[in-house]
């Protein structure tokens, strides 16, 4: 198969490298990291073993990868102006284009433009922090949940939740693609903006009792608003956010993307991840006080006039 | 009228410097002024005029100080611990004692320990921020509300409204302490805690109508707690909040103490001013979601090993 990556981040180098490692074809789409990955190959440090892909097929221009089979898409949703002209020219008659993308809205943005039934998204729950140039990070984690945009349980992502699980990366295919973007938002809502609004990680979060309460009262507001959102079956709040609890604990030390790029001084993703939810929520009448809160203390953070 | 000033930071220093300047006599009980005040004395940069007390009446220990007619508490409230060991030696039979901190609780510890009817408490909108050792900057307002802690307009708080007064301090007496300490938390639990969390200042955060509109969320949580605590009369919300943000907006730039003293890396008054309301207000079963939020926020900063 034939893939193509646009928005080679952390997310994109790591799931393109094991593509790649598997036997695929895997075109990179590549800014900063060219030069570097061009000269030295990709290097993948991983809690599961390190490995080098000392040839990797990267580009500087969309227009010169040409057609592929599918499209995985890990750009930043704060570049979503840029989405669709990156897109396509990779997009042929077959193309599968699957978004990993953050938050909500981005399989909306692409339909926009391609035919829904080519749309696929899905979450990725990946800790990975990208290092020098030509070095990504797989901290923990890794596994994709994915689905088609139009809904229900296809083939087509089956296929590709085996393409994926065959290369090292536990994928399962699901009917709801919007429920699971919700139920990684109870995730990623109070965790990435938290972390990047105190500049505090998740466990020390987590171990300070009235912020560890915080993030579960954040936690019920996402829940309550996505099972507003006629979703094929509720979330049960109480245990999911239980076990989003107990999976983040053993994450020790961990500073989510957001963290990672307040502290750099680069834009955040708050219009996928807080303010298309918030207006989801308000639209069917579910009050979020807290999440809106750091949504506003967030946006203020970026109107920081040394921001990149 | 002999003044004690137990604990002189901005407000405490800004205040014996008037009462001084006005013919009282203040002794002033110093800790890091003390060798600048005591060799060059105390510069006053006041937006009403500039002046300076070449003699001041310096003190490194209370107990040398003696009984005085009146004591004026500045104290930070996260040194509360040492108030009453600071107040004792100066406190006569005839002494009132008149504290100025911040928020709520401090003439009940107060009350642990002298006379209730000794007690008078007060709030002061005050913008000043101490400057180089020996000078204190008066940036704006300045006005004093006083009331007994035991209630009621007594003929004592109306004199000490009219020392202040006649001083160039406009002060009034009120008959409702708890109502002008509530007041005073209007203003403060949104501007203190959200500039210090952000380390944006006042007019950043009205600058961003989200912010702006979390502000008066925040206002409208502090009145709904306020009114349940069976104050003489209610606190007409939707004018004190209009009113509270017209009285902001020509803060231009203006960085309230908590945010100075988070970014100086100084403990923060959250007991005072978040901890005791919120606990006032679950008390009374009003809930405060907002305040709950940005307490366990700031609380989650003081946990930095490196604050001194």
């Not at 928005?7 to 990291?33: C, E, I, K, N, T």
């Not at 290097?43 to 040409?66: K, P, T």
């Amino acid at each position: 198969m034939h893939i193509g990556v646009i928005g080679s981040g952390a997310l994109g180098l790591y799931y393109g490298a094991m593509l790649q490692r598997a036997g695929h074809r895997v075109s990179f789409l590549l800014r900063s990291d060219y030069d570097a990955i061009s000269s030295q190959g990709l290097q993948v440090h991983s809690i599961n073993g390190d490995f080098e892909l000392s040839r990797v097929e990267g580009y500087q221009s969309a227009d010169r990868i040409g057609h592929v089979d599918l499209i995985l898409i890990g750009l930043k949703t704060f570049a979503n102006q840029h989405l669709v002209e990156l897109v396509q020219p990779l997009a042929g008659p077959d193309t599968a284009i699957l978004t990993l993308q953050n938050g909500l809205g981005n399989e909306e943005l692409l339909a926009e433009t391609f035919p829904a039934e080519k749309i696929l998204g899905g979450v990725a729950f990946l800790c990975s922090n990208r290092g020098e140039p030509g070095h990504v990070h797989h901290l923990g984690e890794g596994r994709i949940r994915l689905g088609e945009f139009c809904g229900g349980l296809s083939p087509r992502s089956q296929q590709l939740a085996e393409i994926f699980s065959q290369a090292g990366v536990p994928c399962e295919a699901v009917d709801d693609l919007r429920k699971i973007r919700w139920e990684k938002l109870i995730w990623n809502i109070p965790f990435n903006g938290l972390t990047a609004l105190t500049d505090k990680n998740v466990t020390e979060l987590l171990s300070h009792p009235p912020t560890r309460a915080l993030v579960r009262d954040i936690m019920a507001e996402v829940v309550a608003a996505a099972n507003a959102q006629q979703l094929t079956s509720p979330i049960n709040g109480g245990p999911f956010i239980e076990r989003m609890i107990q999976m983040t604990e053993p994450m020790l030390g961990y500073s989510p993307s957001m963290m990672v790029d307040r502290r750099k001084n680069r834009p955040l993703e708050l219009e996928a991840i807080y303010a298309i939810p918030l207006k989801m929520a308000a639209k069917a009448g579910v009050g979020m006080p807290r999440t809106e809160m750091l949504y506003s203390l967030l946006a203020l953070g970026e109107k920081d006039p040394d921001r990149k």
